[in-house]
């Protein structure tokens, strides 16, 4: 009864999503104020709806309700608790699922939050909010139903896939989610601005915050995803341009250079097209990985569907929403006119830059994960598209976009002083050189390249250092005045700060682990030692363990260096009989300066003495990249609490009658 009240729960979710997504809508365009003010009542309803519907299907998981075919399929009665919860968003109708609840989460939250928008503006954000959730309800319940029955019941299910089954990525899609489909709020306004033809502070302040939730919430999914790969598939990388995390790289891409645009916009003005732009091609990308990965087109440990019907049910809607969306800017986004001009040489053209760039590099990504799906479409045969030309592409594009972010938010507004900038920036110069040439030092046969990028992470870091000091006037002031200007710098500006430094350690991560890792796979036998980067791993044999749900193969290896014992490490090849699929589990230790990374795999059929294929990683700086991020994301989530983010735009009053107080200014 619970599950049909689930499904219920979402066919009524879509009636109140149709009224959301059209009588507000024409409301706004009547200037009908009771036709508008349904946008509120009905977002919050279609959210509570929704969560009923996936509250409903979470218990059918938790309980093991194998009369519900989604459950039979994706979960077993020995899974843990855990791994039966996450299971209801790792398969493809529990995805959608809750990718639909997040839309509706978000449409809900833009109405009880925004109580300062304008009322024309929040009708229509909600509505193409509601329209964008109309076309996903109708996708679920024709293609993709997570409440079909299947009579009989079966005693048990099949399970889940080992790999997922683990806590990195229980939580990896709800966090990637929050980001994918958090665009589309900006993609709301976006299109609602379009439609009222006005673009100006105000707008780029009430979605500064809303593409701050989705960046901060993608950028965390990502790094989850990438950690999980990292430890789990037992390869010892962190990234290897699959089309998977290509799909949601390229939405990062681009809502990154959305919300440096649309500070342009709120600062002076400018860029008001290119934001509009921006938006309406992050949260296009957005659908775009959800076709990726949801139609099939791609084999993958994350393509869940493999339904033809589905594929061209997500093609169709994003002919719509993309289509449509870029009709309009064609239509109304000539009229977008910039208020103010600047120099190339300004704080203005420097983000451009950023912006430029990073489409750029999203441009390039996209073209290497389609090219080969295209050419085996019209029959050109299958070829592959991996690391060499991600990394022969993107990096170049990348490059100078870092140098530039030191520069950048040093110059003036409208027009900047490039040699004073660069002067202020000695510090950052000096410490990237003294960088250079201290890891040419250190690793004198190591490559060139990765001398130079380690240099421009300190670059990086120093000069958003030297950024801080010049607007406290460091040194240049009593240290009591530098207090008083740090205590009142805007959390905005700390975050900006914070997330640039956190850039700065994933690029040193980045170099390190990509240029300096060691491997060693071979056979060890019980006794042997292999040496790695100067660390000795010595196998002391392998022992059966019995898991949860799994049986392991456990290995012991005991690591020591310079005769110092440092630690013991014990990885474990796993099988999951029910799955009837194998799974490995790396032992990691980490330290500041690298991570020791062990693998257990099969054992070897020729050897007699008990031998087992083991790989060994010496990963350096890896741990940084993690670091990194999530100083970015705090760096964000600092940003996020500016006041003036929640408030808006300040407007001011009417002219007050004489002999009234004076209007003042209002948020």
Do not use: C
């Not at 946008?39 to 309803?45: G, L, N, W």
């Not at 700065?504 to 790695?532: C, F, H, L, R, Y």
Request: proline share 5%.
């Amino acid at each position: 009864m619970i599950v049909e009240a689930g499904h219920f729960a979402l066919i009524l979710a879509v009636v109140f999503a149709l009224i959301q997504g059209t009588l507000p809508l024409i409301g706004a365009h009547r200037n009908n104020a009771t036709w508008m003010a349904l946008s509120v009542p009905t977002a919050v309803a279609q959210f509570i709806l929704v969560a009923i519907s996936f509250a409903a299907l979470t218990y059918a998981y938790v309980t093991s309700d194998f009369s519900v075919y989604n459950v039979a399929a994706n979960s077993h009665s020995a899974k843990p608790m855990i791994y039966k919860i996450s299971g209801v968003w790792a398969n493809h109708e529990g995805s959608m699922l809750l990718w639909v609840m997040i839309l509706a989460l978000f449409g809900s939250a833009v109405a009880v939050f925004g109580r300062n928008l304008p009322p024309t503006l929040k009708a229509r954000v909600l509505g193409v909010q509601a329209l964008i959730s109309v076309g996903f309800y109708l996708f679920i319940l024709f293609t993709s139903n997570p409440f079909e029955r299947l009579l009989p019941a079966p005693i048990d299910g099949r399970g889940l896939n080992p790999l997922l089954q683990d806590p990195g990525l229980a939580m990896h899609p709800p966090f990637l989610y929050l980001g994918y489909v958090g665009f589309s709020i900006a993609f709301s306004f976006a299109i609602a601005a379009l439609i009222e033809g006005r673009v100006d502070a105000a707008w780029a302040r009430w979605v500064r915050p809303w593409t701050l939730v989705a960046w901060v919430s993608l950028t965390l999914g990502i790094a989850l995803g990438s950690w999980w790969a990292y430890y789990e598939l037992g390869w010892g990388g962190w990234w290897f341009w699959d089309p998977v995390e290509n799909a949601s790289f390229m939405p990062w891409l681009a809502g990154t250079a959305l919300l440096h645009s649309s500070v342009v916009v709120e600062k002076r003005n400018a860029l008001k097209g290119w934001t509009i732009f921006l938006a309406i091609v992050t949260f296009s990308l957005s659908l775009l990985g959800a076709f990726l990965v949801r139609s099939g087109v791609l084999t993958s440990v994350h393509a869940f569907a493999s339904d033809p019907a589905r594929g061209v049910f997500i093609l169709g809607l994003l002919v719509v929403v993309i289509g449509g969306s870029f009709t309009l800017f064609a239509i109304r986004g000539p009229a977008l006119k910039s208020g103010s001009l600047f120099r190339p040489i300004s704080r203005e053209g420097a983000l451009l830059l950023n912006n430029l760039l990073m489409t750029t590099g999203a441009a390039a990504v996209l073209l290497g994960t389609l090219y080969p799906l295209f050419l085996d479409a019209v029959g050109g045969g299958k070829v592959s598209v991996g690391p060499p030309f991600f990394n022969a592409v993107f990096i170049p594009l990348m490059t100078p976009m870092i140098a530039a972010m030191a520069i950048g938010s040093l110059l003036a507004w409208k027009r900047g002083d490039l040699a004073q900038a660069m002067g202020r920036l000695w510090t950052a110069l000096a410490a990237a050189g003294a960088v250079v040439l201290l890891v040419w030092w250190i690793v004198a046969d190591g490559p060139v390249l990765a001398a130079l990028g380690m240099g421009l992470a300190a670059w990086l870091f120093v000069g958003t250092v030297a950024e801080l000091t010049v607007r406290i006037r460091l040194f240049r002031v009593p240290v009591g005045e530098s207090l008083r200007r740090l205590s009142r710098i805007p959390r905005a500006t700390w975050g900006m700060t914070v997330a640039h430094a956190g850039m700065a350690v994933v690029v040193a991560g980045m170099v390190g682990a990509g240029n300096w890792k060691v491997e060693s796979i071979q056979v060890m036998t019980p006794g042997e030692t292999v040496t790695v980067a100067g660390y000795d791993y010595t196998f002391r044999g392998a022992t059966e363990v019995q898991g949860p749900n799994y049986t392991a193969t456990r290995g012991t290896f005991d690591i020591s260096r310079e005769g110092r014992r440092v630690t013991t490490l014990y990885p474990e090849n796993r099988n999951y009989p029910v799955e009837k699929r194998p799974s490995t589990e790396a032992a990691i230790l980490t330290t500041f300066w690298a991570d020791l990374y062990v693998v257990i795999g099969d054992p070897d059929k020729n050897t007699a003495t008990g031998g087992y294929v083991t790989r060994i990683y010496h990963n350096p700086m890896i741990a940084w990249i993690w670091a990194g991020i999530l100083i970015m994301v705090s760096g964000g989530l600092v940003s996020l609490s500016d006041r003036r983010h929640r408030v808006g735009a300040p407007t001011r009053h009417r002219a007050a009658p004489i002999g009234a107080a004076p209007a003042g200014v209002r948020e």
